[in-house]
C-alpha cells in the first residue's frame, strides 16, 4: 500500500488497476477542506495519465464518508478584509473543478459510501461515475438549513436525479436513506455495511477487465451527447462508433467474440 497523502489522503494502489482513493480526516469529518479538495485533485491528475490504472474508487475511513466543505476554514476567511470574498470564490472554483475533474477524468470513479455524505459530500458521491453505499449511509443537501444554500452541489445533484427530487432535498435539506438515494438514482445500489468494499471491488474488477480504451471513449461520449439535442447526439455518436469500430480492440474484441475466445485488449 502506498500513502501518497498521510493522515488526510490515503492513496492504495489494488489489484487489477484500481486505485483506492480513501479520505481520512476523521477529526474534521472528512470535510472538503481546501488541503482535502487539492490533495483529491492532485490524486485524480496522476491518476488520469497513469496507464497501469483503470478503475478509482473514492472511499472513506469513519462514520461520516463527507460532511461538505470545512465550515471552520469558511469562518476564518471572513475576518480577512474583504471578508472573505475573493477566498469564498476561490474555494468554491476549487471544488468545482474537482467536481469537473472526476466528470472529465478519463477512467470510471465509484464512490463507495460509508456513513453520511451532505453538502459538498453529497456532491461528491453525484459527482462519480457510479456510486454503491451501505445499508447504514445517509444524505443531504442541508445549507439551507444554516442560510448557505447548496447552490454548486445542485449542479451534480440535478444532473443525476429528478428534478423535483433534488428540489426536495436542496429546499428542506431532509437527510435521506440509501434506499431513498438509490431510488432517485442518486447511487446504483445499496449493500449490506460489510458486505460494501467487496460488492465495490468486484464491480472495479470487472470494469477494469474492459477495453481501457473502449472505456474512456464510451465516458467522455456519454458526458458529451448528454447536453446535445437528440438530432445532434445521435450524429456526434456515430461519428464516435465509426472511430471506434477503427479501433484495434474492436477489431479484436469482435473477432474473440466469433471465435468464441476471451479477448486480448492492447491495453493489458
Known sequence: MENSFVNILKNEKAHHGIL???????QNKNALSESMMTQLSKALAEASIDNSIKVIVIAANGNVFCSGHNLK???????????????????FNLCSSLMKMIVNCSK?????????????????????????????????????????????????????????????????????????????????????????????????E????????????????????HNLSLSDAYEFTAKVMTENTLNDDAKEGISSFLEKRDPNWSNK
Not at 483506492?20 to 476523521?26: A, E, I, P, S
Not at 476554514?73 to 474555494?91: C, M, P, Q, V, W
Request: with cysteine.
Open 108 to 204: 470510471p470513479v465509484i464512490a463507495e459510501v460509508s456513513g453520511i455524505a451532505t453538502a459538498a459530500g453529497c456532491q461528491l458521491v453525484a459527482s462519480c461515475d457510479l456510486a454503491i453505499a451501505s445499508d447504514a449511509s445517509k444524505f443531504a443537501t442541508p445549507g439551507v438549513n444554516i442560510g448557505l444554500f447548496c447552490s454548486t452541489p445542485m449542479v451534480a445533484l440535478s444532473r443525476n436525479v429528478h428534478k423535483k427530487e433534488a428540489m426536495k432535498m436542496l429546499l428542506t435539506g431532509d437527510m435521506i436513506n440509501a434506499e431513498e438515494a438509490k431510488r432517485i438514482s442518486l447511487i446504483n445500489d445499496v449493500v449490506p455495511e460489510g458486505d460494501l468494499t467487496k460488492s465495490v471491488m468486484n464491480l472495479a
Open 73 to 91: 476554514e469558511i469562518t476564518d476567511a471572513r475576518k480577512n478584509d474583504d471578508d472573505g470574498e475573493s477566498y469564498f470564490l476561490s474555494l
Open 20 to 26: 483506492r482513493l480513501t479520505l481520512d480526516d476523521q
Open 206 to 225: 470487472k470494469i477494469s477487465n474492459k477495453s481501457s480504451k473502449v472505456i474512456k471513449i464510451g465516458k467522455e461520449a456519454f458526458y458529451e451527447q
